[in-house]
């Protein structure tokens, strides 16, 4: 257990370090993460704890959980990842069964989403999402040529990750379920699976959701309100009205850091689902542009990170770094559309910026993943070994696809 402990925790120098512009632009992110909960929570802890920063101070001890969380990740080779996925995945579904079971999950606003263990709350789909993700990585490796020849092939790894949709639902968390199966769908296509296969699914799933949006009244209201705000803003349309607002004052330049109105209790969860239209009134379309583009930066750097894995030939790496990018791009483009009024509302966090420890700390565990692959990338040009890395064989020896697998366009 020692020697295994050593070989696993030990840490060669890397050739060059970490990629630079990924660990910059999460850097930059986490900071204005910080500054953002603090001017947008002001009010709101004010009333609620009588302390102005009790949010602000609560996020910081979650950034410090989730870097020793994150650094932790980053130690364990993808290799010891890979081999557990089954397990893991097996876990995360048996957290959705548990956070349902009443006085193990705790109720909020009609959702039943969160375990409390006292310091944080902590929210299954999160740890769901990420653990799904590592399973899939490794069934596209074992089972490409199945995958890319056959509809079992196809459907086999829908069998858990329908299950836990349906968890999901059960929760409900609609939003989780959509940024799942969409993640889902970008890695199987990149697995490999045939196109026309992936069309069907797509169309089932669309339908199925689209069913599941219409079947309970209070989403029915949620796209009434979507679709006109103000026709009933003293009700359900106020949150997104009180949005849209916030948006609309920032206009090109914002009216300044700490100034917002909106933040004055107007809107609600102005810190937590709802704190880009903060950052936009704050900051304006030029701070919007900001943040769009430094999250382009960290997906774009994931998926390159993911490339050169795939093209040493390490396809579980690759697989974990696309589907972790895509999942990170996902929800910060569904979180600021929802907040601009471009799509209803889903509930869902802005990456590294919202308030909220489980979210925050889930998101930091996922960018270790991937700047584990990138740093064991490094350990294999420089003719070091992988530094514990998964064999290129992907763990259980596979058989020969009829074809190569699709593979990302060279990035840089």
């Known amino acids: 257990?020692?020697?295994?402990?050593?070989?696993?925790?030990?840490?060669?120098?890397?050739?060059?370090?970490?990629?630079?512009?990924?660990?910059?632009?999460?850097?930059?992110?986490?900071t204005w993460g910080l500054i953002m909960v603090a001017s947008a929570s002001v009010a709101q802890a004010e009333k609620m704890t009588g302390a102005p920063f009790h949010y602000f101070w609560r996020q910081l001890l979650f950034v410090g959980i989730g870097g020793v969380a994150?650094?932790?990740?980053?130690?364990?080779?993808?290799?010891?990842?890979?081999?557990?996925?089954a397990l893991?995945?097996?876990?995360?579904?048996?957290?959705?069964?548990l956070v349902l079971i009443p006085g193990i999950g705790i109720k909020v606003n009609a959702a039943r989403r969160w375990i409390d263990l006292g310091f944080v709350r902590m929210q299954p789909s999160e740890l769901a999402r990420l653990a799904l993700i590592v399973y899939l990585s490794g069934y596209i490796v074992r089972r490409q040529a199945r995958l890319q020849t056959s509809w079992k092939g196809l459907l086999m790894p829908f069998l858990p990750l329908l299950v836990a949709g349906a968890l999901l639902i059960l929760e409900?968390?609609?939003?989780?379920?959509?940024?799942?199966?969409?993640v889902a769908f970008v890695m199987l296509f990149l697995g490999g699976a045939r196109l026309w296969h992936l069309i069907v699914l797509m169309v089932v799933g669309i339908g199925t959701l689209s069913f599941v949006a219409v079947a309970e009244a209070y989403r029915v209201r949620r796209l009434l309100n979507f679709t006109d705000p103000f026709a009933d803003i003293n009700n359900g349309g106020w949150q997104l009205a009180n949005s849209l607002i916030a948006v609309g004052r920032g206009e090109v330049f914002g009216v300044g850091l700490g100034t917002s109105v909106q933040k004055l209790l107007y809107l609600p969860e102005m810190h937590t689902d709802f704190i880009f239209a903060i950052l936009a009134e704050e900051f304006g379309l030029v701070g919007v542009l900001a943040l769009v583009s430094?999250?382009?930066?960290?997906?774009?750097?994931?998926?390159?990170?993911g490339r050169r894995a795939e093209a040493a030939g390490e396809r579980f790496k690759a697989y974990v770094c696309?589907?972790?990018?895509?999942?990170?791009?996902?929800?910060?483009?569904?979180n600021m559309g929802v907040d601009m009024g471009a799509?209803?509302?889903?509930?869902?966090?802005?990456?590294?910026?919202?308030?909220?420890?489980?979210?925050l700390i889930c998101v930091l565990v996922m960018l270790a993943l991937i700047l584990r692959v990138d740093y064991e990338n490094r350990l294999l040009a420089a003719g070091t070994g992988s530094g514990g890395a998964s064999r290129r064989d992907g763990g259980e020896t596979a058989p020969r696809a009829p074809r190569a697998p699709r593979t990302m366009p060279e990035l840089a």
């Open 343 to 359: 799509l209803p509302t889903k509930g869902l966090t802005l990456p590294l910026i919202s308030y909220g420890g489980a979210s």
């Open 322 to 334: 696309y589907g972790l990018s895509t999942w990170l791009g996902l929800q910060a483009l569904i």
């Open 70 to 85: 994150a650094f932790a990740a980053f130690l364990v080779p993808m290799h010891a990842w890979e081999r557990k996925s």
């Open 172 to 182: 409900p968390d609609f939003g989780a379920t959509v940024i799942l199966l969409t």
């Open 1 to 30: 257990m020692i020697a295994l402990a050593q070989r696993w925790f030990t840490l060669p120098r890397a050739r060059m370090g970490l990629d630079g512009p990924f660990c910059a632009g999460v850097a930059v992110l986490l």
């Open 294 to 305: 430094l999250f382009a930066l960290v997906v774009w750097r994931g998926f390159l990170i």
């Open 88 to 97: 893991i995945a097996i876990c995360a579904v048996a957290l959705l069964v």
